[in-house]
């Protein structure tokens, strides 16, 4: 049994398409890295007021969370997924009982992306946010306008 040349052409042709799409996938592995899912929290720390906020990621018109009212205390979370190609950056208006309405960017990837990793916990008090990480709190000033 001889194989022809067509036919010995046709397997190192598919050999070496097998062997390029090994090594496509293997540099894909190691060059783009998968997205992180990211869990925001923020935490009412006011002296009894119900913390009210809206926030929406300025890249995205779709990613907008809506109006929130948390009890002091209480909290509320959101997930979303980040990349080194798609880094969100979500801002919120707060507002509680007596108090003029305050801005914070609550998830800012070059502030955030490396302190909070996939946890970003935030207690929000009457003077100021403060990013939570284990037994650190980093306090930031309001927004202005």
Request: charged fraction near 20%; aromatic fraction near 12%.
């Amino acid at each position: 049994m001889t194989i022809s040349s067509l036919s010995l052409s046709k397997v190192v042709i598919m050999l070496i398409l097998v062997s390029f799409n090994l090594n496509v996938s293997m540099i894909d592995a190691q060059v783009a890295p998968q997205p992180i899912a990211v869990e925001v929290t923020i935490n009412n720390k006011l002296i009894d007021s119900d913390l009210k906020f809206h926030c929406k990621d300025q890249h995205s018109a779709q990613d907008d969370l809506g109006d929130q009212t948390v009890s002091t205390g209480r909290s509320f979370s959101f997930k979303f997924l980040a990349s080194p190609f798609y880094v969100p950056l979500y801002s919120c208006t707060f507002s509680w009982h007596g108090a003029p309405d305050r801005h914070f960017d609550i998830y800012e990837g070059e502030r955030d992306g490396k302190k909070c990793n996939q946890d970003c916990t935030w207690d929000i008090y009457e003077i100021n946010p403060c990013r939570v990480s284990g037994f650190d709190q980093q306090c930031f000033p309001w927004k202005e306008g």
